[in-house]
């Protein structure tokens, strides 16, 4: 299985436009084929900082994934709502 944390800072005043942004990666990453879970959090500890935690069966998955349109949109926009580059933990779990 493959594990990825993306923890995201959105600009202060942004966080509805950027919430109404994630919806649609968050909808089309859930539709997929090798998607275990995904899911998208609002930190409890603070108003702009967000996280997104993806569990898929395979690094094939992924890489599916990051060919879909609704992520390559999230690519090219992200940028628009973050205050900072995304943080990105990538971990491999053997079943």
């Known amino acids: 299985m493959k594990v990825i944390n993306v923890e995201l800072t959105v600009k202060p005043g942004q966080q509805s436009a950027y919430e109404a942004f994630i919806a649609e990666l968050v909808a089309g990453s859930r ?11 609002k930190k409890v500890d603070a108003d702009n900082e967000y996280e997104i935690i993806e569990h898929w069966q395979d690094a094939a998955a992924v890489e599916s994934h990051n060919g879909t349109p609704h992520f390559q949109k999230f690519l090219a926009e992200i940028g628009n709502y973050l205050t900072k580059d ?9 079943d």
């Not at 539709?31 to 959090?41: D, I, Q, R």
Request: proline share 5%; no cysteine; charged share 25%.
């Open 31 to 41: 539709a997929e084929a090798g998607k275990v879970s995904y899911n998208h959090f």
């Open 86 to 94: 995304p943080v990105i933990i990538r971990m491999d779990y053997d």
